[in-house]
């Protein structure tokens, strides 16, 4: 099923996602230097039995020698993966390793995947107890009911790590934030709703479980499973669980449980929701449905139905997304800083009143890009934040770990709350935020980027997932034959794709006018002009954007940096009063770093070093960083001394008269610039913390670093980003994988690199 109507990308690109590169979204990476033999003897054999002795005589240390307290493992034996149904162990492993990823992603929780090949209870508890001493946490999933309330139940009671079934409860947790603000926006009291609950496993039981324990009254609610209504007395497929939530009705079906209901909760499956059916709710309805990847109804046909509902589904390509993705990383990160033994109510009511007090706050305009285009203020189609809201990470942990402090289950209690909340924020990484964040902003107001090398296979998936992603028009530049690639590649409708070649282009003879009027001074005749249009993509592409056909640009795969440079200065020039030059970002899970100019200049002079030096701050406060400039030499401060030192010290010496308002020193070795040891030893010196843009002295030196960088480096590079042209235009590496080319498109049509 080649799927693009409903989703953003075909089953192809899923596939090709998850094998590109190293199959799946999992690796493991030294948290430790292992490049020495005594590296090796201190991470191995014979140092590491200094720390094994140290746990065989205190388990607490475990927590200090080894990843256990930071480590989670997802746990599945693939009985309900997703709304898919019972498609076993193996099967669930793309789904437990992408939980694991988001624990990292929204959290910075390591996480390991497990799957289980047993639908025994037994087997499974028996398996999953033994892996107490290894982790600091149980994230079991899909898992399915009954079978899952009686292995989270003995699992709990027999471990002493938080054991939590996100199915259940984190389901539970997002779903009770939800309702929370959908009542109180619909003028609701949770006591007066009535609410009928479609599906009747894992996490409609805790769902409804939750509701109840917060205020919606018991004979409230209907619950419905494949056979209809869960009556009193009705005795075919029960069992205790169901008995429990068992309804006095004479209703017998969903259709007929929902006259005159106020809220539905859909955790069954795809299309269980007929829009006939919603016809006879109550006013103003509340419709969550929540089964993935595809819920009970569709939210236009819901919206089709009832224009009066708050609509929210488990998706994140609609408003509302009530996902246990907002919940698990960060309950369980809470869990962990403070060493909780268990996840108990207290911290589950935490959570979820922490989550629907957040929706109400208003978005900070740095956080509004997170939304794209859709609601940022409370209201029908903003009831929950977005899993990408850098704001969850404060609150919710905090939230979290106070309620198991009171509650009596935190072995390491936290002393200073406002500290944990700093170092919450400074767990996430801020360029990947403001990526992200830039990635919304795209999307929000979608520009069309010019992909002048349409030819390359590379340059068309990016286009493609640009597209797909929402985040703008791909214009392409490129020869007939490229919308035959984009059918290979999977794209439904090629001639959708906007696509100019100059062989065919009606704007030739005015492109070769303008570039013949700019040229004709500088040796040109109008023949060299007309054929320069022709053949030269990047001169086409960027008479392109010169006229307004595209509003970015990005190339570069194709010639090196200076070749492509060249093409386009025919035509584009610098912004007024700037000259252009390069950007790399060094992006680690704990440091980041901007290091220009990588790519233009060669030597620059010391106004050029000064112009380099504010715009990078600049660019590195949008994407989030208070900067602090080093001016990189080989010497610190005048040792050992040298004749090229002259420029760096006149650029300080122009900040200092121009009173710039960032931290900047210089000159220094990169060692002084980031470590503060070697920092210390300059006591005048004026950066506080590291340095964390590097203005490098000359070309030679930048150019290399940056690819020694990013060949050798384990972090990852972004960039070069251009800056300083009149328009905005990317020249990427000849390397470049598509989701590189992609943020740069996205960098360039955001202005985040102008
Ligand atoms: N948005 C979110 O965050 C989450 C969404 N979900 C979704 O909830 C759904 C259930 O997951 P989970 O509880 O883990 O699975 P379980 O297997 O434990 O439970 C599935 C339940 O759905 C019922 N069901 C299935 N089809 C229908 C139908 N057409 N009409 C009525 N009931 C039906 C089953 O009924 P019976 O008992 O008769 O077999 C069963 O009670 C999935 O679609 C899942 O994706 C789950 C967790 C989180
Ligand atoms: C979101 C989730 O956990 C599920 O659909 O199973
Ligand atoms: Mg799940």
Known sequence: MNDRTKNEFSDREALLYHSHGRPGKIEIIASKPMATQ?????????????PVRAIADDPATAYDYTAKGNLVAVISNGTAILGLGNLGALASKPVMEGKAVLFKRFADVDSIDIEVATEDPEAFINAVQLLEPSFGGINLEDIAAPNCFIIEQTLKERMNIPVFHDDQHGTAIITAAGLINAAWLTGRELEDMKVVVNGAGAAAIACTELIKALGVRHDNVIMCDRKGVIWQGRTEGMDQWKSAHAAKTEARTLEEALKGADVFLGLSAAGALKPDMVMDMAKAPIIFAMANPDPEISPPDAKAARPDAIIATGRSDFP??????????????????VRATTINDAMKIAAARAIAQLAREPVPEEVAAAYGGRAASFGHEYIIPAPFDPRLMEVVPAAVARAAMFSGVAQRPIEDMDAYRQSLRARLNPTTSVLTLAYEAARKNPRRVLFAEAE???????????????????????????????????????????????????LVQDMTDRLYERLQRRGYLRRDCERMVNRDRNIFGALLLEMGHADAMLTGVTRTY???????????????????FGIHVLVGQHHTVFMADTTVNERPSAELLAQIARETAAVARR???????????????????????????????ILDAEGAEFEYEGEMAPDVALNMKMLAKYPFARLSAPANVLVMPGLQSANLSAKLLRELGGDSVIGPMLVGMEKPVQIAPMAASASELVTLAVLAAGGIAN
Not at 464 to 486: H, T
């Open 562 to 580: 200076a070749q492509t440079m060249r093409e386009l200065r025919y035509v584009l020039d610098p912004a007024e009063g700037r000259t252009p």
């Open 623 to 653: 994407m989030g960083h208070e900067p602090r400039v080093a001016f990189l030499s080989y010497s610190t401060f005048g040792n050992p001394p040298g004749n090229w030192l002259d420029n760096i010290r006149d650029a300080v010496a």
């Open 320 to 337: 509302n997304q009530v996902n246990n993705v907002l919940c698990f990383p960060f309950i369980f990160r809470g869990a962990l800083d």
């Open 38 to 50: 005594r590296d090796l003897a201190l991470a191995y054999s014979p140092g590491v039995a200094v």
């Open 456 to 506: 390359e296979e590379v340059v068309l998936r990016a286009a493609i997932q640009f597209r797909e992603g929402g985040y703008g028009i791909p214009v392409l530049v490129g020869r007939d034959g490229v919308r035959d690639k984009l059918k290979e590649l999977g794209v439904a409708d090629p001639d959708s794709f906007e696509l100019h070649n100059a062989k065919h282009s009606p």
